[in-house]
């Protein structure tokens, strides 16, 4: 299981410089949790 944090999110919807760091992790979807918090973090 992989959680990726909030700034690992916005790094990859705003395509901004981590955001290659991130994709490998973020499109296994099998893998990914995503908590509730980071959710509600993202959201606002």
């Known amino acids: 299981m992989i959680l990726v944090d909030t ?4 790094e990859c919807l705003t395509n901004r410089i981590l ?3 991130y994709e490998p992790y ?11 918090s980071v959710q ?3 959201y606002k």
């Open 26 to 36: 973020i499109q296994d979807i099998e893998t990914i949790i995503v908590p509730t």
């Open 7 to 10: 700034c690992g999110w916005i």
């Open 40 to 42: 509600f973090e993202l």
């Open 19 to 21: 955001a290659n760091k």
